[in-house]
């Protein structure tokens, strides 16, 4: 079954270093996501992109984060200065249909862990 | 304002009960309700989706139901196993909105 793969699984960064972190969606998905969950947390959303462009984004999602589909595959999440508060698990997720997308299934990655140390 | 409650203690249950979870929501009617499971350290996997004329959904051991009098969604595992032991999360798109949110999930562990 096609699934959602995010790289790396976990990223140690110091406080105010930029940090990229990957995702290849499902081939025939147009639809791409950003959540990230806090330890013990629930999961938030931050940006959803569709088109090549914003859709949707969160108050998280502050001048700090950007997204990009650099190709046909690959999306991608920036931080630009990463702060401690930043510390979460990140998730990819994409879907698929076209007809009431925001109610449609989402699938995820197993999310990168990253820590800013 | 509206909100996503679940149950919010962690349920603990014997292998081969049912386990029962609830997801309440406020102010609001969603037009969709989705439910989902987490294992620790992994992405939410997409379970089952339920809509606001349907009473209730299956899928093998796991029944969702919909009730927009009360706005709450059950959730319940039958014959429960070991492996369903996971944090179960509820979603949907609150009014006004364009992105799914989740409640904080609830955890079930099932003792052998």
């Known amino acids: 079954e096609p699934e959602v793969t995010q790289t790396p699984s976990h990223q140690v960064t110091q406080m105010g270093q930029e940090v990229i972190l990957r995702c290849v969606p499902i081939?025939?998905?147009?639809?791409f996501y950003w959540y990230r969950q806090i330890l013990g947390q629930k999961v938030e959303f931050l940006v959803s992109f569709y088109n090549n462009e914003i859709s949707e984004k969160s108050e998280i999602f502050d001048d700090q984060f950007s997204v990009e589909r650099p190709d046909g595959s690959n999306f991608t999440l920036k931080i630009r200065s990463t702060k401690l508060e930043d510390s979460a698990m990140y998730f990819c997720?994409?879907?698929?249909?076209?007809?009431?997308?925001?109610?449609?299934?989402?699938?995820f990655g197993n999310g990168t862990r990253l820590t800013v140390t | 304002s509206q909100k996503i409650e679940q149950n919010s203690e962690a349920l603990n249950i014997q292998e081969g009960k049912t386990a029962t979870l609830t997801c309440n929501y406020t102010?609001?009617?969603?037009?969709?309700l989705q439910w989902y499971r987490q294992d620790p350290g992994r992405g939410p996997v997409f379970l089952l989706l339920?809509?606001?004329?349907?009473k209730e959904k299956r899928k093998e051991r796991l029944k969702v139901t919909f009730d927009t009098t009360l706005k709450q969604s059950l959730f319940h595992i039958t014959a429960s196993q070991p492996a369903d032991s996971a944090t179960y999360l509820c979603?949907?798109?609150?009014?006004?909105?364009?992105?799914?949110?989740f409640g904080a999930g609830t955890t079930v562990t099932v003792r052998a």
């Open positions: 102010n609001y009617s969603p037009a969709y």
């Open positions: 081939s025939n998905h147009l639809y």
């Open positions: 339920i809509r606001e004329n349907e």
């Open positions: 997720a994409s879907s698929e249909y076209l007809r009431e997308t925001y109610n449609s299934p989402l699938h």
């Open positions: 979603a949907l798109v609150l009014p006004n909105d364009y992105k799914l949110s």
